[in-house]
T-cell receptor, first 113, second 116 residues
Framework: KQEVTQIPAALSVPEGENLVLNCSFT??????LQWFRQDPGKGLTSLLL?????REQTSGRLNASLDKSSGRSTLYIAASQPGDSATYLC????????????FGSGTQLTVLP | EAGVVQSPRYKIIEKKQPVAFWCNPI?????LYWYLQNLGQGPELLIR????????DSQLPKDRFSAERLKGVDSTLKIQPAELGDSAVYLC??????????????FGPGTRLTVL
C-alpha cells in the first residue's frame, strides 16, 4: 500500500527566504507525482505534475524534483512571499491504481512579512 | 472557464440525519472523484467515476454512503444516517481521461460537514 509522508508538518519563514518542502513515498512504481496548494477553506490547486520519466519541473518561483529510486520529491520555493502561505500537499498514484491518488498530510507554510 | 462547483459549502446537521452533497465538474471532464478530507490530513478517495460508471469505490462505506452520477455529468454524494465521525470536508474533483500519468485533477472548494 502506497504511503506518503511530508516533512515538516509546519514551517514558518521570513519573507524572501528560499525554502524546501519534502515528500517521500513507499512504492516507487509511480507514473507521476503532483504538488498541490490548499488555502484555508478552499479546494486544492495543482501546482506541478512531474511524470515518472522526468527529474524536475519548474513553474515560476517553484521547482519540483523527483527521485523515483529513493522515493523522494522536493518542492523548492524561491524568494518566498506572504502570498505563498498555504498548505502544500504532494500526491502519487496509489499502488495498483494509476488514477487513484494517495496524498501526504501536507506542510503548512507561513511566510512572515 | 468555470471550475468545479460544489454545494452547499457548509452543512450542519444532527447525527442520524441524512445529508447530500452536489458536484458539477468542469465541462468535458469525464472523470469525477469524491474525496474526504479530515482536519490536518490529505484527501482520501471515496469513489471515482468514469462517465456514469463507478470504477473505484472500494473506500466508500457502503452501509451509509451512496453516490450517483446520472448522465455522466453532475454527481451527488449522500450519507444516511450521518454519524459524528463523518464531520469532515468533502471534496469533488474532475479530470479528463487522458494518458495515464498525465491527467491533472481539478478540485472544487469542498463542502464542510459538521455533525452534532
Amino acid at each position: 500500500k502506497q504511503e506518503v509522508t511530508q516533512i515538516p508538518a509546519a514551517l514558518s519563514v521570513p519573507e524572501g527566504e528560499n525554502l524546501v518542502l519534502n515528500c517521500s513515498f513507499t512504492d516507487s512504481a509511480i507514473y507521476n507525482l503532483q504538488w498541490f496548494r490548499q488555502d484555508p477553506g478552499k479546494g486544492l490547486t495543482s501546482l506541478l505534475l512531474i511524470q515518472s520519466s522526468q527529474r524536475e519541473q519548474t513553474s515560476g518561483r517553484l521547482n519540483a524534483s523527483l527521485d523515483k529510486s529513493s522515493g523522494r520529491s522536493t518542492l523548492y520555493i524561491a524568494a518566498s512571499q506572504p502570498g505563498d502561505s498555504a498548505t502544500y500537499l504532494c500526491a502519487v498514484p496509489s499502488s495498483g491504481s494509476a488514477r487513484q491518488l494517495t496524498f501526504g498530510s501536507g506542510t503548512q507554510l507561513t511566510v512572515l512579512p | 472557464e468555470a471550475g468545479v462547483v460544489q454545494s452547499p459549502r457548509y452543512k450542519i446537521i444532527e447525527k442520524k440525519q441524512p445529508v447530500a452533497f452536489w458536484c458539477n465538474p468542469i465541462s468535458g471532464h469525464n472523470t469525477l472523484y469524491w474525496y474526504l478530507q479530515n482536519l490536518g490530513q490529505g484527501p482520501e478517495l471515496l469513489i471515482r467515476y468514469e462517465n456514469e460508471e463507478a470504477v473505484d469505490d472500494s473506500q466508500l462505506p457502503k452501509d451509509r454512503f451512496s453516490a450517483e452520477r446520472l448522465k455522466g455529468v453532475d454527481s451527488t454524494l449522500k450519507i444516511q444516517p450521518a454519524e459524528l465521525g463523518d464531520s469532515a470536508v468533502y471534496l469533488c474533483a474532475s479530470s479528463t481521461t487522458g494518458q495515464v500519468g498525465t491527467d491533472t485533477q481539478y478540485f472544487g472548494p469542498g463542502t464542510r460537514l459538521t455533525v452534532l
